[in-house]
């Protein structure tokens, strides 16, 4: 089906820094990227109807439980599920799927707030408790003990753990320890150190501001809204992050106190103001590709260096 109509429909320069790495019709919200769900759909308007209230980052949380709902009629309907485990305590079990592969023991899977997909060959860990609506899209890991409220999405080859509150992991990300994540954007093969955690909600429950690379200032995003991470991007143990912080491209963000609200593409360290040197770049990119069984492809490197070479590593702080 030609994608161009579902392209028009969104602007990619208002939803960097998740354009900057993959087409429009790549970004995933709910179960599915846009093109999947473009594939699958019987009614594309009702697609249709969804890309236009993604304009901007933050709307991809806000409209996910809307999306997971859709994906899950779209991916689930004139199928059977795989049979829920005797020790997984189930509450509405009719609106929980879970596909062939998959591992759960000793979990509480509560699908009366929304649907709970289980895709083909993830794990939900013992002791996780998870309120729908949620997706574990393939191969994708819950640790024991995790929390996980809705609208949340774990995409695929991702790792969850901690307490997690409407995110959406695009995939080949982590955040596998302790530390709080909520109504946040993580890109892919981005890494959360143990004991990270991002505000999402200000102390004095204002408008939460946050930076929009393509105008070079600050949107108002509501009144909740947790880190936007772009791709490639991960951050040390313990690293606490203001409400509404947004990081680039490829950064390695470490470091004593928190780090300001923008940090821009291949920044190293924690001011935002060091550059991240392009073979190391490579070299870290490449190790954390090679502990999930992949190697970094020539086309990622041409993309990342046409980003780096354009990144003026220019930091804000707010």
């Not at 994906?71 to 485990?85: C, E, K, N, W």
């Not at 699908?111 to 083909?120: E, K, L, M, N």
């Not at 924690?270 to 090679?290: A, F, P, S």
Request: proline share 5%; glycine share 10%; hydrophobic share 40%.
């Amino acid at each position: 089906m030609d994608t161009s109509l579902l392209e028009e429909a969104f602007r990619p320069d208002d939803l960097l820094p998740f354009t900057a790495t993959r087409s429009v019709l790549d970004i995933r919200m709910g179960i599915l990227t846009f093109r999947e769900k473009w594939a699958l759909a019987a009614e594309p308007e009702r697609i249709l109807s969804l890309a236009r209230k993604v304009r901007y980052p933050w709307h991809i949380f806000m409209h996910n439980a809307e999306a997971l709902a859709d994906d899950f009629v779209l991916l689930t309907a004139g199928r059977a599920s795989q049979p829920i485990p005797s020790s997984v305590q189930a509450i509405s079990p009719e609106n929980i799927f879970i596909e062939a592969g998959a591992q759960l023991q000793h979990c509480v899977l509560n699908a009366s707030t929304g649907p709970v997909y289980i895709g083909r060959d993830a794990e939900i860990m013992e002791g996780a408790m998870i309120r729908g609506p949620f997706a574990c899209c393939e191969g994708a890991i819950v640790k024991m003990g995790t929390k996980i409220y809705g609208a949340t999405t774990l995409g695929p080859y991702s790792t969850a753990g901690g307490e997690i509150k409407n995110t959406v992991f695009f995939g080949y990300s982590n955040k596998g320890h302790d530390g709080y994540l909520g109504d946040a954007v993580i890109g892919e093969w981005c890494n959360l150190g143990a004991g990270c955690s991002a505000s999402n909600l200000k102390n004095n429950a204002g408008e939460v501001k946050v930076y929009h690379p393509a105008s070079k200032g600050y949107l108002n995003a509501g009144m909740k809204c947790g880190l936007l991470m772009g791709d490639y991007s991960r951050a040390a143990i313990n690293t606490a992050f203001h409400t509404g912080a947004v990081t680039g491209i490829g950064c390695n963000i470490f470091g004593d106190g928190p780090p300001p609200k923008y940090i821009p593409d291949f920044s190293w360290g924690q001011d935002g103001h060091t550059r991240y040197e392009w073979d190391k770049v490579l070299r870290d990119i490449g190790n954390w590709k090679k502990l999930k069984n992949q190697l970094l492809t020539e086309k990622e490197i041409l993309a990342l260096k046409h980003i780096f070479d354009q990144s003026n590593n220019k930091s804000l702080h707010s």
